[in-house]
């Protein structure tokens, strides 16, 4: 069973914060995303990793930040939180051994910036 | 520039009805086209995915059908449950050149199945 893990189901902040969304995945998959998912936008990608240490933009990445030091782990950094910023997060990963697979995703982290 | 446009917003069925949801795509190089199911509280998880060389694609109640030429995809639901009361949504990739697949996601439909 494939196994992505996020940090928190829940987080508060305030503004100004700087936040730190984690991902950690069992799988040894190479490619590692976030997304942000809001009502009537459906899922938008921010980052994504394709190694250690390896890391592209994707679709929206003002704002945001990502370190990848170990295969397994996926940071999203909010550097200072802002409102605009309050979404659903959703880590996926997914193999690049075999093209295209499937991707899996995370239970997500509810974020509310105050 | 939306690329993979989705509709309904929010579809209400009742059991046993037949539930659509269509999707439509501009870029010619997609060549990929999973569709992925949303409950409450938990993650998408794929459904059924479809390449372009195939018209139509079943597995079990769930058929995505596909129109290379209008550059249109449906996801058809037979028999309807409430089961399937969830959030739907497709996707689009490229997967030649490379080895990172950028899915680009439609908006997402709300299924709602009435009993």
């Known amino acids: 069973d494939v196994k992505v893990t996020q940090s928190s189901r829940y987080l508060v902040k305030r503004t100004g914060e700087k936040v730190f969304l984690e991902c950690v995945q069992d799988?040894?998959?190479?490619?590692m995303f976030w997304y942000r998912q809001d009502p009537g936008l459906g899922l938008r990608l921010i980052y994504f990793s394709y190694d250690v240490k390896m890391k592209e933009k994707g679709d929206i990445p003002e704002g945001y930040s990502v370190s990848r030091e170990k295969k397994e782990r996926f940071s999203l950094i909010l550097e200072s939180a802002s409102t605009n910023q309050t979404s659903m997060y959703l880590c996926?990963?997914?193999?690049?051994?075999?093209?295209?697979?499937?991707?899996?995703f995370g239970p997500g982290t509810r974020l509310t910036v105050l | 520039q939306q690329q993979v446009k989705q509709s309904p917003q929010s579809l209400i069925v009742q059991k046993g009805g037949i539930s659509i949801i269509n999707c439509a795509y501009e870029?010619?190089?997609?060549?990929?086209f999973p569709w992925y199911q949303q409950f409450p509280g938990k993650g998408p998880a794929l459904l059924i995915a479809i390449r372009p060389d195939v018209s139509e694609k079943k597995e079990g109640r769930f058929t995505i059908s596909f129109n290379k030429s209008a550059k249109q995809f449906s996801l058809h639901i037979m028999d309807s449950q409430p089961g399937d009361s969830a959030t739907y949504f497709c996707a689009a990739t490229m997967t030649s050149g490379g080895s990172n697949y950028k899915l680009t996601f439609g908006k997402g439909t709300l299924l709602t199945v009435n009993p």
């Open positions: 870029n010619t190089a997609f060549d990929y």
């Open positions: 996926a990963i997914e193999s690049s051994g075999r093209a295209p697979d499937t991707q899996y």
């Open positions: 799988m040894d998959h190479e490619n």
